[in-house]
């Protein structure tokens, strides 16, 4: 894997780097990224069409069921060597950031301390009513669980299209941008906002632009570094290279 020697120098060196993945750094762990097609029972469905409070207002069960699909895939998939060299790279950096859009979760699993989830995580679920965040709940048979406190439906905890991203989550996000030598932005189409965002915010504010991607995107021409491949073959490669450390 050809890298560039500048790039390597500069993560070696850098003190503060800020990350921001997508679906792309979880599609070798085997879990299907939005853009990909949907299979079997759910090919019939588009993403943008199940995951809105609407579709949850006009069928829960639905929507439920389609989440439940996704839970039980991603309680099935492990952490692939992109994940570990994220968790290897926040152990030898001072100040490392790690922004995900992903709610599977397995940034956490593959050992990265802190991470910030923009958009929720699959693995809990919350009340529609109430807001109490659960992660374990009973589930009856064949219906959508209610809250034990007021007894409003549940729903995953992510945050579906039209609704607004946590507050905290989102401003700390934008301090990280704000206050980095390099962003990253790896396995991510960087169409949906406000996280497509960041990366130019943190240009504005002086970081270089390194894009990890399987395929061109609108931020390839403006990043300072555009590396076109699978997050699990670079990422591994950049860290050894910049830290002479094997990756788990
Ligand atoms: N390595 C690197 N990049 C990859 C890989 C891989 N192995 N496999 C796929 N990709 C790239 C694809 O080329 C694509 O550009 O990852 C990107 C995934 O883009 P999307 O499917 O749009 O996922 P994402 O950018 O995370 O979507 C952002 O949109 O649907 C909403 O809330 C949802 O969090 C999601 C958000």
């Excluded at 895939?73 to 950031?97: E, S």
């Amino acid at each position: 894997m050809e890298l560039p020697l500048e790039l390597v120098n500069a993560l070696r060196l850098a003190q503060r780097v800020t990350v921001l993945t997508g679906a792309g750094v979880s599609q070798e762990s085997g879990l299907r990224t939005f853009r990909d097609a949907q299979d079997g029972l759910w090919a019939q469905y588009r993403p943008e069409d199940l995951a809105t409070p609407q579709a949850f207002q006009r069928n829960p069960k639905l929507v439920w069921d389609w989440y439940a699909w996704r839970r039980e895939k991603v309680c099935q998939a492990k952490p692939n060597p992109a994940h570990y060299a994220l968790a290897a790279m926040a152990k030898r950096i001072p100040k490392f950031t790690l922004i995900t859009q992903n709610v599977d979760g397995l940034h956490q699993a593959a050992g990265s301390p802190r991470v910030i989830e923009l958009h929720g995580n699959i693995r809990r679920v919350r009340c529609s009513v109430c807001a109490q965040v659960l992660s374990q709940w009973d589930q009856p048979p064949d219906d959508v669980p209610r809250c034990p406190s007021c007894n409003g439906l549940l729903r995953p905890d992510v945050v579906w299209f039209g609704e607004t991203l946590p507050q905290a989550e989102l401003e700390a996000a934008f301090e990280a941008a704000q206050h980095c030598e390099l962003f990253f932005s790896i396995g991510t189409s960087g169409v949906v906002q406000p996280a497509a965002s960041l990366a130019y915010f943190a240009q504005q504010h002086g970081a270089r632009i390194v894009e990890i991607n399987a395929e061109p995107t609108p931020l390839t021409p403006f990043a300072d570094f555009a590396l076109q491949g699978k997050a699990g073959e670079i990422l591994p490669a950049l860290v050894k290279s910049a830290f002479l450390a094997q990756i788990t």
